[in-house]
């Protein structure tokens, strides 16, 4: 008895949904991303205006001063939606795991001289405050934001931030032994020292900054496009040259979770700059705004951490030059 197999191929009435249909123009295969994100945002059948804020709608693209024709345009250029992330993230995740386990098994920081294992202390460990505030603040533009494409995208990045929050924590334990005396000690500063207040106000002000684009800028291009090159980068080259070797193995998720989210940061302000002149202008004047005040804030900090200034000017200027790519700062 033989069995013969055959296969039909069956051709989808349509490719897609009509409203993705509209976006790509013509009935073309979509990709997941596109179809996860495109055209989910409500614009019809608000039945009550906030009563918190009764100036605007439900959803209105009116809270910032950004004008797109198709906030949709807004797109992701790493293509991440929920599925995508969350197994981006777990792989992160694992990888990470191992390292902090290696670390505390090896006792890898134990040769870490004392002098910068102080300074690591209380130079690092109150960051995990303003990554917490990183979490607030893309809270807020996930909520307020308009366009399914850039509010998604800031729900996954503020999870991102409450996970560099809990990593700098981690450090603590593992510094301490798993006590929290160090994080105790880190809170006490964040909230008393001389050094950490100037960081403190600007951070808390940016908490309360109304439009959400403007917040955009402040937080993920500006003070993250400081921060994270001042304290994971440069700060890692000196403790890896007084024995810290082991100490970006512990931070090695942070530095490779800022080298991507830049990525996406940076189409962000591209795109809103090139859809109108005033746009640009508008972004050009929070740039213009926030950069010195960020600057500033971090001057008693990078002194205290690297001994001058020299490493807050040179990631500045970095972050100048990253502006200007993207057409801005001009």
């Known amino acids: 008895m033989s069995i013969d197999l055959k296969t039909t191929s069956i051709e989808p009435l349509r490719k897609t949904f009509d409203h993705i249909a509209e976006k790509l123009g013509g009935d073309k295969a979509a990709t997941r991303y596109q179809e996860a994100v495109w055209g989910l945002q409500p614009q019809l059948n608000f039945h009550y205006r906030p009563t918190w804020d009764q100036r605007y709608a439900l959803y209105d693209p009116r809270r910032t001063a950004i004008v797109m024709k198709d906030f949709d345009d807004l797109v992701d250029p790493r293509q991440y939606y929920y599925g995508t992330w969350t197994m981006q993230r777990g792989r992160q995740q694992?990888?990470?795991?191992?390292?902090?386990?290696?670390?505390?098994?090896?006792?890898?920081?134990?040769?870490?001289?004392?002098?910068?294992?102080?300074?690591?202390?209380?130079?690092?460990?109150?960051?995990?405050?303003?990554?917490?505030?990183g979490n607030t603040n893309n809270s807020f533009i996930c909520a307020y934001g308009y366009?399914?494409?850039?509010?998604?995208?800031?729900?996954?990045?503020?999870?991102?931030?409450?996970?560099?929050?809990?990593?700098?924590?981690?450090?603590?334990?593992?510094?301490?032994d798993n006590e929290t005396t160090l994080l105790d000690a880190a809170k006490d500063a964040w909230m008393t020292a001389p050094m950490w207040q100037p960081l403190r106000e600007l951070v808390e002000r940016s908490m309360v900054t109304q439009d959400w684009f403007e917040l955009f800028v402040a937080q993920n291009f500006v003070i993250d496009g400081l921060?994270?090159?001042?304290?994971?980068?440069?700060?890692?080259?000196?403790?890896?040259?007084?024995?810290?070797?082991?100490?970006?193995?512990?931070?090695?998720?942070?530095?490779?979770?800022?080298?991507e989210s830049a990525r996406w940061v940076d189409a962000m302000l591209k795109m809103a700059a090139a859809e109108t002149p005033a746009n640009r202008q508008h972004l050009d004047a929070w740039f213009a705004q926030w950069l010195p005040a960020v600057a500033g804030a971090l001057e008693p900090l990078a002194a205290f951490a690297f001994g001058d200034t020299g490493?807050?000017?040179?990631?500045?200027?970095?972050?100048?030059?990253?502006?200007?790519?993207?057409?801005l700062g001009g």
């Open 94 to 133: 694992d990888a990470q795991e191992r390292n902090f386990e290696l670390v505390e098994k090896r006792e890898l920081l134990a040769g870490l001289d004392a002098a910068w294992r102080d300074r690591l202390t209380r130079f690092v460990l109150p960051l995990r405050h303003v990554a917490w505030a």
């Open 147 to 176: 366009g399914a494409p850039i509010t998604s995208a800031a729900g996954m990045h503020m999870m991102d931030e409450l996970g560099v929050a809990q990593y700098i924590s981690r450090i603590g334990l593992v510094l301490a």
């Open 311 to 327: 490493a807050l000017t040179d990631v500045t200027a970095a972050l100048r030059a990253r502006a200007g790519k993207l057409g």
């Open 227 to 259: 921060i994270y090159p001042l304290a994971f980068d440069r700060f890692d080259a000196h403790l890896v040259a007084h024995g810290g070797a082991a100490f970006p193995m512990l931070t090695e998720f942070i530095v490779d979770w800022h080298a």
